[in-house]
């Protein structure tokens, strides 16, 4: 645990460091979104371009930390606890990457993000389809339908599909940045069919277990 959080206090100093480190190079104006084909239609203002996602992150790893602690069924989350963090930490690379791309664009390093997104998702997806099958019931963490939440066996089946669904959603994602002008759909289509398939699982296996 204590190697955890020597990495997880590193990850938010890096993100910081390299806001401090482009921020002089920032225009007032930073391009923050981009649309469908990469194309900038969005700005923030110079700081909160440069500083929001070293905020966000900070944020988020401080409420990661806090859910196993207040979670009524932390004893579950105790089980898969090595899964967990591995996956904030990823979590937490994935968002210093999305830094890096508003930053490096900005400073003239022109990456599309139609080709860095859809590698990054696609990684970050393809490893939690991994580690799903791992978590216990929660009340904060993986598929948290009705059903899921109220059987045991329907969250270890639910999760087990799950996790095949998120790697075939990986794939599906990571070959978008073979079709950069539509690679946002290769990412957002997969996804919606995922959560809407294990939504209707669980449903279906609740009613078996309760016939």
């Keep these: 645990m204590r190697k955890i959080s020597f990495l997880l206090l ?3 100093v890096l993100s ?5 480190f482009f921020y002089p190079r920032m225009p007032e104006q930073l391009a923050s ?4 084909r990469g194309e900038v239609n969005g ?3 110079k700081f909160w371009g440069s500083f929001l996602v070293p905020i966000i992150l900070s944020a988020m790893i401080i409420l990661f930390i806090l859910i196993p602690k207040i979670d009524p069924l932390r004893k579950n989350v105790e089980k898969f606890k090595k899964h967990y963090y591995n996956f904030i930490i990823a979590l937490s690379f994935f968002m210093i990457i999305m830094q890096l791309q508003i930053a490096l664009w900005n400073a003239g390093i ?3 993000p139609n080709i860095l997104i859809p590698i990054a998702l696609g ?4 490893y939690l389809g991994t580690i799903m099958q791992h978590f216990e019931r929660n009340w904060f963490i993986g598929i948290r339908t009705p059903w899921t939440l109220s059987s045991d066996e329907v969250w270890e089946k639910t999760h087990k599909i799950g996790g095949k669904l998120f790697k075939y959603a990986a794939i599906i994602a990571l070959l ?3 079709f950069s002008g539509y690679a946002v759909w290769f990412v957002i289509i997969p996804v919606l069919l995922v959560v809407l398939l ?4 669980s449903y279906i296996e609740y009613q078996k277990l309760k016939k």
Excluded: E, R, T
């Design 10 to 12: 590193a990850l938010v």
């Design 110 to 112: 022109k990456i599309s």
């Design 176 to 178: 978008g940045v073979f």
């Design 123 to 126: 990684l970050l997806f393809y």
């Design 43 to 45: 700005y923030m203002p």
């Design 198 to 201: 294990v939504f209707v699982y």
């Design 16 to 20: 910081f460091l390299i806001a401090l």
């Design 33 to 36: 979104h981009w649309n469908s």
